[in-house]
């Protein structure tokens, strides 16, 4: 049973950055694309951004395209999200998530078969 633990949230000021990573563990890291996804509250939650196997595609939510950046470490099991220009509507819980059958050129469309806890991000204004 692959585990997903995130960590990295905080509070940040509006056009602040920070750096979200994902420690995955029971199973083999390669074997997974990777996404992140987030909900604030009172709304659904949404896509953020992915990664495929091995790291040869990402894919973004138009939202965050430009400000986010999501990149992998096999060597390490992690997966990172790093996120500049953050503005309030960015606050949220965030979750990182493991698909088992996402293929690389359909991040679009990614399936989480996995979760994490969530960590919180607030991006004061």
């Known amino acids: 049973q692959l585990q997903l633990v995130e960590s990295g949230g905080g509070l940040v000021q509006a056009g602040g950055s920070l750096r979200l990573s994902c420690a995955a563990s029971g199973g083999t890291f390669s074997n997974y694309a990777m996404g992140w996804f987030r909900q604030a509250p009172g709304k659904e939650r949404e896509f953020v951004a992915a990664?495929?196997?091995?790291?040869?595609?990402?894919h973004f939510a138009d939202s965050v395209k430009g400000r986010f950046a999501i990149s992998g470490d096999i060597a390490k099991n992690t997966v990172n999200l790093q996120m500049i220009r953050l503005n309030p509507e960015d606050t949220a819980v965030y979750y990182c998530?493991?698909?088992?059958?996402?293929?690389?050129?359909?991040?679009?469309?990614?399936?989480?078969?996995?979760w994490g806890q969530g960590t919180q991000v607030t991006v004061s204004s």
């Open positions: 990664i495929s196997r091995f790291g040869f595609t990402s």
């Open positions: 998530a493991a698909a088992t059958s996402t293929p690389a050129q359909a991040l679009a469309g990614f399936t989480a078969d996995y």
